[in-house]
């Protein structure tokens, strides 16, 4: 990508982008935050971060140090510290009375539900500490979890964080092989999994995956632990498979969580890079747990006395890690979980969920945005989500339409939106809007948090002016900074590290408007050449989506012997959407692209399509969609939420 890259024509559009939304008077007077908060992070970066670990986290050895970057890039934060990530998110709030303050509301997909207090949680955690020891799991040890959004997943994750072992928490979505792959990498000792689950009303197992995965000799997984969740019948291997149940019950209920060491490994999260194997990115204590819990509170403004707090993330990604396992609990919130999809039994199920709980502040992907759009707003209007104070978007651009709709039809108009943009390497938001103080702009996440050095610069590495685009950079450490990739710290300097010169370049484009806010572009891998002309996957599905007709598009640059890529789209119409006889979407959707950006950006072909290819964290699979738009098999799309996706668009192209 080159400078003119993010320079071109494609860009002003989303320049043209100018309303603006303060925060009411009254959200700013009572926000968590106030605009000082920057200057003083400004002021001394790592004392703003040894305060807030201080001011968050309960450490059981106060640390001597807040950054050791003597060996660039392996950070160390908060150096000589020692803390318990389950004794934070756990006793200590016990011990501070709130004990019957619920933890979670668990809503199944079936209808079933569960009130989880602290101290309950408090004494499940302590208990499967006590069950996972006694399986022979100690300090430093890898367990893989492969369980879906049930309390028994949060459980394992802060059972692993109480007595240091390490957890791999592998999606519920990936095939067998994906997940002997993840075992054998980390060498997990101990696999946590459920018989299965529910999507969409009917059962779906994990159980015969990890049976499948574990069927060839030559991996270092001791027992596997089986929740009973949907009843299924599964085999069963004596002596190396153990009922949760039964495992529980035998253990005893008390137990005392030491400190560990400040950078002592909390996580493994393994995340796809464009080429070869998945990385295994590794996350530490002090620091991680210190930044997610901080941009918890001050970016969701969360009360946790009065807020209903709903992140609607998988724990198999690292949204579900950061804001529903770790962030929501250090501090003391109450949330919402839910196992299932959000049209099961009806498309209504989120909002009747909002209104159920009176949930306050909600986070969730534009995908899903998009998905509701879709479905008309007729559907969220039928529910009382007077309750919404704060929205969140994460995952992707959200493209400005989705942005006002989620606004107008989700926040009645009123209720912030913070669009924060991370990474699973990143740990924690890192950019984002804070609701009491940031006049916040339809499709950017606008401005790097306190004591967060994130800038935009150009090939060569330096800083662009406002108005330009270039690369999305980290010029400092953080506190929740990957620590490395698993077992290969050469492959982290190389990914991250040697593209510019001592900063870290996150794979990002992105721009600075005439105000310094910025806006993301996309991966620099979807960036499109179509004739020397570069073009952003984003820009031109941000253009579709502004179109009436279209609920969510995906564009791809496939190959074209004329100009080296053209553009091809990927759309699915709004059911409502109204089309006069002898109308072809393709060619209006077309013209509508050309006169939204420019001629050059019109795509080659708009293809109608029933659903798009996505990840289960809901991240559009371009790769696959690109195999179809340059006439290959699309091969392996075993990771897909929907592995069918792909059979349904080949058959509806070959109508
Ligand atoms: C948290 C998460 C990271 C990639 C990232 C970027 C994209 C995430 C975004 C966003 C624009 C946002 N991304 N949030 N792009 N605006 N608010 O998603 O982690 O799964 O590792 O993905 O997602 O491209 O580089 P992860």
């Not at 709030?93 to 569960?114: K, M, Q, S």
């Not at 759309?571 to 950006?597: F, T, Y």
């Not at 289960?616 to 996706?645: H, N, Q, Y």
Request: with cysteine; proline share 6%; aromatic share 8%.
């Amino acid at each position: 990508m080159s400078q003119e890259t993010v320079k071109g024509d494609a860009f002003e559009n989303l320049l043209r982008e100018e309303r603006q939304f303060p925060p009411s008077k009254e959200f700013a007077a009572s926000a968590n935050v106030q605009e000082g908060i920057y200057a003083e992070a400004n002021a001394d970066r790592t004392a703003f971060w040894a305060d807030q670990a201080r001011a968050l986290l309960t450490w059981s050895k106060d640390f001597e140090t807040a950054l050791d970057w003597s060996n660039p890039p392996f950070a160390k934060w908060f150096v000589g510290g020692e803390v318990n990530a389950a004794y934070n998110a756990l006793d200590r709030h016990v011990e501070n009375g709130l004990g019957d303050r619920v933890a979670i509301y668990f809503e199944g997909e079936p209808g079933d539900t569960e009130t989880i207090t602290y101290a309950d949680l408090t004494e499940r955690v302590k208990r499967a500490a006590n069950a996972f020891e006694s399986l022979g799991v100690t300090k430093g040890d890898r367990v893989a979890v492969y369980l879906p959004m049930i309390p028994e997943a949060v459980v394992t994750m802060l059972a692993c964080a109480r007595i240091g072992a390490v957890h791999s928490v592998v999606f519920g979505g990936f095939s067998s092989e994906a997940l002997r792959s993840r075992i054998d990498d980390a060498e997990a000792k101990l696999v946590v999994t459920a018989d299965g689950t529910y999507r969409r009303g009917k059962p779906s197992s994990l159980k015969p995956a990890v049976d499948e995965a574990l069927a060839e000799d030559g991996h270092t997984v001791q027992h596997v632990v089986v929740v009973k969740r949907n009843g299924q019948d599964v085999e069963w291997t004596e002596g190396r498979d153990l009922h949760w149940s039964e495992v529980m019950a035998a253990a005893s209920p008390e137990h005392t969580a030491v400190g560990h060491d400040s950078e002592h490994p909390l996580f493994i999260l393994y995340t796809s890079g464009t080429t070869g194997k998945p990385k295994g990115i590794l996350h530490t204590t002090g620091g991680y747990l210190t930044q997610t819990a901080f941009t918890h509170s001050a970016v969701f403004d969360l009360k946790p006395d009065t807020d209903v707090y709903w992140c609607t993330a998988d724990i198999g990604w690292v949204t579900g890690h950061s804001y529903v396992a770790y962030a929501p609990l250090i501090n003391g919130a109450t949330q919402v979980m839910y196992e299932g999809t959000p049209d099961s039994p009806h498309q209504g199920r989120w909002w009747e969920i909002v209104e159920k709980y009176k949930v306050s502040i909600l986070y969730t992907a534009p995908t899903a945005i998009r998905t509701m759009m879709k479905w008309g707003q007729d559907i969220p209007a039928k529910y009382d989500l007077s309750s919404i104070r704060v929205l969140g978007s994460v995952g992707e651009p959200i493209n400005p339409e989705a942005w006002m709709w989620y606004r107008e039809v989700i926040g009645h108009g009123k209720a912030p939106i913070v669009d924060t943009w991370w990474q699973t390497e990143t740990g924690a938001i890192m950019v984002a809007p804070l609701p009491g103080v940031t006049a916040t702009k339809p499709g950017s996440a606008q401005v790097p948090l306190p004591g967060i050095a994130v800038d935009v610069v150009d090939e060569a590495g330096h800083a662009v002016p406002n108005g330009h685009g270039g690369f999305l950079v980290i010029r400092e450490p953080w506190p929740a900074m990957l620590r490395s990739i698993w077992g290969d710290p050469e492959r982290f300097k190389d990914t991250y590290w040697s593209r510019f010169e001592g900063m870290y370049f996150a794979g990002d484009g992105a721009k600075k408007d005439d105000d310094g806010d910025i806006w993301l572009l996309g991966r620099v891998d979807d960036v499109m050449n179509v004739s020397g002309h570069r073009l952003s996957t984003t820009e031109i599905e941000s253009a579709l989506v502004s179109h009436p007709w279209v609920a969510e598009a995906a564009v791809v640059g496939a190959a074209d012997e004329t100009t080296g890529q053209a553009v091809v789209a990927f759309v699915i119409l709004r059911g409502e959407a109204q089309i006069a006889e002898g109308e072809d979407p393709s060619a209006v959707l077309r013209a509508h692209v050309g006169h939204e950006i420019g001629p050059i950006a019109k795509p080659r072909h708009v293809l109608v399509v029933p659903e798009l290819p996505k990840t289960r964290s809901g991240k559009i699979m371009r790769r696959l969609l690109k195999d179809v738009a340059e006439g290959r098999d699309p091969g392996d799309a075993t990771t897909l939420a929907d592995p069918t996706v792909m059979q349904k668009i080949a058959a509806d192209l070959r109508k």
